[in-house]
């Protein structure tokens, strides 16, 4: 058996570095990717979907350095759901349920140069955003 995902989108915050007690390097990256369509009265729709991915060894670092908020990525690697094998589920802020789509990244490719926002071609600072869903 075999999966494989591939997701291009943008960091909606600056990436996590973190090690491990046996000090292997993790990173936690939280990336937007978004469907565009029209519906059948031709009014333009849109919907985020957020992925939590982790990414390790040399190349968590590498993202640690490079990435911030609003880098556009690459990311290839492997689904990770709960016990049961699906996403996990939580509490929004307003009550309603949603759920975490997780990922462990192969290969992370940088498609914006160091400190560029893809959404507005300006530098940009760190900044926390706490809206996300993890």
């Known amino acids: ?23 292997q390097p993790v990173t936690d990256l939280s990336v937007a990717t978004k469907e565009t369509w029209k519906d059948q009265s031709g009014e333009k729709k849109d ?9 390790w060894g040399k190349q968590a670092e590498n993202c640690n350095q490079f990435l911030v908020k609003g880098s556009r990525v690459l990311v290839e690697g492997t ?14 802020k ?28 300006q530098s940009v600072e760190k900044v926390a955003v706490d809206d996300l869903p993890f």
């Open 94 to 121: 307003d009550g309603t349920t949603g759920a975490s789509f997780e990922m462990t990244a192969k290969d992370v490719r940088f498609l914006s140069a160091k400190g560029v926002s893809e959404s507005d071609g």
């Open 47 to 55: 919907r985020t979907t957020w992925w939590k991915i982790s990414v």
């Open 1 to 23: 058996m075999y999966q494989h995902i591939t997701l291009i989108g943008n960091l909606g915050r600056d990436p996590e570095l973190r090690y491990t007690p046996a000090g």
């Open 79 to 92: 689904l990770r759901g709960d016990e049961g094998g699906n996403p996990r589920t939580y509490q929004k």
